[in-house]
């Protein structure tokens, strides 16, 4: 047992065991019943991929913002002839029985609190990245899955991706000899927020409802929509919205199953001068110590770079003790190198991340008990790098962590307090 301990073994086997009966529950069902929650950016590609499929019954859109919610639910009326129900708390989702699962797409802050509170409702659960707004989030998501017997997909689409399960089957195969280092980078030119007053919000958006149970702060037109993923209170930078895909491919080919041991990063808000709270530049660096060996994984980001590295602006690269395999997911393309930087073989450009093959695993899973392909173990893992990457860097320290009890040690072991957030009373609030 290289890659788990025993402890956790067993903790991660338990959970499991508990989950499988659940995803049976549907199994010969026709149609499966689904709701939209949060159609803004992303949930608006979701309804664009997956009401191509007809083997879903569209009956919910939710969004705390009124227009949102109005177009979404004209797109799948136009795009299948349904017509869905709106609403804008998700407790009336939540409280419809004929509703099997839910697609959440909402900001950051949103994602553990609402996923928790369908699945308490027995519904299966498909949840954007970052799965968790912080890491104890993620630990409260794996045990309310379990619990309740659903499955609960995360959106990282390349673990459903063809070409990327290529790369990592050929570096299981030894292509590249033992993996030691994995690397992760995530270099593109984003946008000046700028500075923006506290206004009142637009009459189109409840920002009650918006802002769940998170602490009441006032209204930023950079919050909603789209930028509130750019602020501490709301969202975890771009490590959590475009660098959770990379590292979390950087993870799967290196190997490890579990937390890291040791944790590194510096990051600074170097080239924006606007409002936005994550660093634009940020470089972390994580140790595992497995079965008497170490391995590391390294992340990079520039989001003020408009360059690409090493071929991609945002890529994976792997070295062995036998040669290295580079590439990224958005062309498809992977280059394997031998001993003295001879190529032994080019991927050539497929597809980017296939999100029609994700959505299909999820129903699969949800129809016949399927493994789900990112399931929220799995995705907490590598969700939870993002976190602790942002902790190093917002305490520019040297962090230990206990992988088991989730917690650090040592003479940072007060800094345990970022690994959760401060929530208001609200009907929202996660327990535990």
Known sequence: MTTLNRRQFVRTSALASLAAPAVLRAAGADKINLAFIG????????????????????????????????????????????????????????DDKAVQAVLMATPDHWHAPGAILAANAGKHVYVEKPCSHNLHEGRLMIEAA???????????????TASISQIIEKLRSGVIGEVLVAKAWNSQLR??????????????????????????????????????????????????????????????????????????????????????????????????????????????QRDWSPYVQEGHENGCAWYGTEGMVVGGKQKGSWQIYGRKNKLIEDIKPTSGPDLAAHHANFFDAIRTGARLNA???????????????????????????????????????????????????????PVG
């Not at 790098?385 to 962090?399: D, E």
């Not at 230990?400 to 929530?423: M, N």
Request: with cysteine; aromatic share 10%; net charge neutral.
């Open 39 to 94: 159609p803004g950016g992303m949930g608006t590609n979701h309804i664009n991929t997956m009401c191509k499929r007809d083997d879903v019954i569209y009956s919910w859109v939710c969004d705390a913002d009124s227009k949102r919610a109005e177009a979404a639910a004209k797109k799948i009326q136009e795009l299948t002839g349904q017509t869905p129900k709106i609403a804008k708390d998700m407790r009336q989702v939540f």
């Open 146 to 160: 379990a619990k309740n017997k659903v499955a609960m997909q995360v959106g990282t689409q390349s673990r459903s």
């Open 191 to 300: 946008a000046n927020h700028g500075h923006k007053p506290d206004t009142e919000p637009p009459a189109n958006l409840d920002y009650e409802q918006w802002l769940g149970p998170v602490p009441k702060v006032p209204f930023k037109t950079t919050y909603h929509p789209g930028h509130w993923r750019w602020f501490h209170h709301f969202g975890a930078g771009d490590f959590g919205n475009d660098g959770v895909h990379d590292i979390d491919i950087a993870r799967w080919g290196l190997g490890v199953d579990q937390h890291p041991n040791r944790i590194i990063g510096q990051g600074s808000k170097l080239f924006f001068d606007d409002d936005q709270e994550w660093p634009d530049t940020l470089y972390c660096a994580f140790e595992y110590d497995i079965a008497g060996k170490t391995k590391q994984l390294i992340y990079e």
């Open 375 to 429: 399931d929220i173990t799995i995705n907490h893992l590598s969700t939870s790098l993002c976190h602790l990457g942002n902790v190093a860097a917002r305490t520019r320290s040297a962090l230990v962590f206990d992988p088991t009890k989730e917690q650090f040690i040592g003479a940072v072991a007060d800094t345990s307090k970022l690994l959760r957030r401060e929530y208001r009373e609200h009907w929202a609030t």
